[in-house]
């Protein structure tokens, strides 16, 4: 019997390690089927997200292309299911889905947001890749603060030759727009709305009479002076070339001094309050300053006096008929602080002279040596010359053309300017403002 007992416990627990290894057997086969069939999931996934990359690529390379102008409405001629089909690419299916939003909507100026989800789907499958594009398409007469990047010369090449072979780094979202464009340019208006005048051409004889100088047709004196309206100075103008204009900032307030014909001026304020300190003899202290400045003429040195140029709360519009020229960088105080370095300056040229309407050089030069930053919206009738110095630009460009001797990069930072406004793209459409959103999806497989 004992014996017996024995055998019957030696095959039970024969059979209980064969169970066993059976069960190992078959659990393994399961592990290894779940593991391969999460392997090929992920394969097919990283598959549909660089196909959704490339589609991405893709859009954008044939809205930086494509002419808007050709299109009478392009948000729905040009932005559609024919002119981006589905596509094919091995097992995957990219399509498009255009909707659109109205940002802005004004008497001459439209300003439109074409959003593009696009799917990548396995095929026979729920596995799914999706980002959504957006673009903002403008339309009508678009304000000179819209812009990017603003090359106004006919070009053979495609934009991004154009800025590769001038050594102009463009790394922004923003679209950059190079070609022959119809462009306003109202100085007459912007002089007589900055001055306060009625005229909307003004004249020296309106010019002395705002000023409180000897009626007279003829031109006022080169010299400095400060124009008056209600209680505020509205805007410096300036009669003649400027030979040196610095800004600085520090404890608060705001400074911009000026050299003409060996004289020094200098006028120092807190943005927004009523806090003028003026060297000049005009009674014009304790008021609040308009922070326009226009010459009528050239600014042949453009500096920056301390360690910083502007009060974060600056806003400093110049307008000058002829050539300005930057020789040092120009940059507000808490730079570190900041995520995005807003321009707090605008330098415009109008390259006609105000009163005469004959042209004039417009360029904007930046002179400079080593490497700076210029938190500033240039605005060059002309052309944008840089020379031997790495510069890098914070805010919008427009020029007639580029030429650059060293490094020059742009970062499109959009500022919001009064002067902006009249310098326009007429009839125009223009796309700006690239940006990507991914989308992550499950499949529920």
């Known amino acids: 019997m004992p014996c017996r007992g024995n055998i019957v416990i030696s095959l039970l627990f024969v059979l209980l390690l064969s169970v066993s290894g059976l069960a190992l057997l078959t659990h393994s086969d399961l592990h290894v089927k779940i593991i391969a069939a999460r392997k090929g999931k992920w394969q097919a996934a990283a598959a549909l997200e660089q196909t959704l990359l490339l589609d991405l690529h893709q859009y954008r390379e044939k809205l930086t292309t494509a002419d808007m102008n050709a299109f009478s409405v392009p948000e729905i001629d040009f932005f559609n299911n024919t002119v981006f089909p589905d596509q094919s690419n091995g097992d995957c299916l990219s399509q498009n889905h255009f909707s659109l939003q109205a940002l802005r909507s004004e008497e001459d100026f439209f300003l439109i947001r074409i959003l593009n989800r696009i799917e990548v ?13 957006g673009v903002d398409l403008l339309k009508g007469n678009i304000p000179a603060g819209e812009f990017g990047l603003v090359v106004n010369k006919a070009i053979d090449e495609d934009p991004a030759a154009y800025l590769a072979a001038r050594g102009v780094e463009y790394p922004g979202v923003q679209l950059p727009l190079i070609g022959k464009l119809a462009v306003d340019f109202a100085y007459g208006r912007l002089l007589a709305e900055t001055l306060c005048l009625s005229d909307p051409v003004p004249d020296w004889r309106r010019i002395r009479e705002k000023l409180n100088l000897e009626p007279s047709d003829a031109p006022i004196p080169p010299g400095i002076y400060l124009v008056q309206d209600e209680g505020e100075v509205v805007a410096v103008f300036v009669e003649g070339d400027l030979d040196q204009l610095e800004f600085g900032a520090d404890g608060g307030w705001q400074t911009v001094s000026f050299r003409q014909d060996g004289r020094q001026s200098e006028l120092s304020y807190q943005p927004g309050l009523e806090s003028l300190v003026w060297s000049g003899p005009e009674a014009v202290g304790g008021l609040t300053f308009a922070e326009k400045i226009i010459v009528h003429g050239n600014v042949w040195g453009i500096e920056q006096e301390g360690a910083a140029a502007f009060l974060d709360a600056s806003r400093i519009q110049l ?25 707090n300056l605008l330098l415009m040229t109008s390259g006609r002279d105000f009163f005469s309407g004959a042209e004039v050089n417009g360029d904007i030069v930046l002179e400079m040596s080593g490497e700076n930053m210029v938190q500033a919206q240039l605005l060059a009738a002309g052309t944008l010359i840089n020379g031997a110095g790495s510069v890098r630009i914070s805010g919008g460009i427009y020029a007639g053309d580029i030429q650059n001797s060293g490094q020059l990069q742009v970062d499109a930072v959009a500022g919001q300017f009064a002067f902006s406004n009249y310098l326009s793209l007429t009839n125009f459409k223009l796309l700006k403002n690239f940006r990507v959103h991914f989308i992550q999806e499950g499949d529920n497989e």
């Open 121 to 133: 789907q396995k095929k026979g499958s729920r596995l799914l890749a999706a980002g959504q594009a």
């Open 319 to 343: 307008l000058a008929s002829g050539r300005l020229v930057v020789r040092s960088g120009l940059e507000g105080e808490n730079l570190a602080l900041q995520k995005e370095k807003l321009p």
